[in-house]
């Protein structure tokens, strides 16, 4: 069965450091593969998204993903936090079969410290 | 536009009280879903339709059932509310042109939903 494990459940970082947030996921075949942002009481807005093409993927504010293959792993960085990247992140990935189920990690609590 | 809406924001119920989850999308999008988000569990798929008079179970789809008779609205119903399904909701729409697999999920505000 598909799953995604993102292993780290609150980051904290300070504002103007780098970010990497870590996901690995479990799929027989190649994921369609998604980064969604939550901030407190939102819903969830889609950062980006890689299914096929250039292993780098360029999101919105700045994010970007790296898809590989030969570690199960689709990671989100961004070069330089900002305090408006306080959220909570997660990673997706589409079910095997049916109309795109997505299978979602149990998210990562990011605060950023001034 | 307004994307994806819901309503209420907040409800409170008691054990075996019924209500119902209201959700619109105005974008046309064919396949529409219900979510539930609780703490450490990421989001888990209750119901999902691909078109007004097609639904389908998800992962979680027990103690709520799911109707759509227009393209527009996906309302959740919970027809005796437990605890157990005390979490925040969240609605989801998304096109099936194209590379649907690949295609983006709009996510509504979400309800916070206590059953006391």
């Known amino acids: 069965a598909q799953s995604v494990t993102q292993p780290d459940i609150h980051i904290t970082v300070s504002e103007g450091a780098s970010l990497e947030l870590r996901c690995n996921y479990s799929?027989?075949?190649?994921?369609?593969l998604f980064w969604y942002v939550q901030s407190p009481g939102q819903g969830l807005q889609l950062l980006l998204k890689?299914?096929?093409?250039?292993?780098l993927v360029q999101g919105i504010k700045g994010f970007e993903a790296e898809f590989k293959r030969s570690q199960s792993s689709f990671n989100l960085r961004k070069p330089s936090v900002h305090w408006s990247d306080a959220a909570e992140y997660f990673c997706?990935?589409?079910?095997?079969?049916?109309?795109?189920?997505?299978?979602f990690g149990a998210g990562t609590r990011l605060a950023v410290h001034p | 536009n307004a994307g994806v809406t819901q309503t209420p924001k907040f409800q409170v119920l008691k054990t075996g009280q019924s209500m119902t989850l209201q959700c619109a999308q105005d974008m046309n999008h064919e396949y529409m879903s219900w979510y539930r988000q609780d703490p450490g569990m990421g989001l888990r798929l209750i119901h999902y339709?691909?078109?007004?008079?097609?639904?389908d179970q998800g992962e979680v789809p027990n103690g709520y059932n799911v109707s759509r008779s227009t393209t527009e609205d996906f309302p959740l119903r919970l027809l005796s509310a437990a605890p157990s399904q005390t979490s925040v909701y969240f609605c989801?729409?998304?096109?099936?042109?194209?590379?649907?697999?690949?295609?983006?999920?709009?996510f509504g505000p979400g309800t916070r939903l206590t059953v006391l």
């Open positions: 799929y027989g075949a190649t994921p369609y």
């Open positions: 989801a729409s998304k096109p099936l042109a194209g590379g649907y697999l690949g295609n983006e999920q709009f």
């Open positions: 997706a990935v589409t079910s095997e079969g049916g109309y795109n189920k997505l299978i």
């Open positions: 890689y299914f096929s093409g250039d292993t």
């Open positions: 339709s691909v078109g007004a008079g097609i639904t």
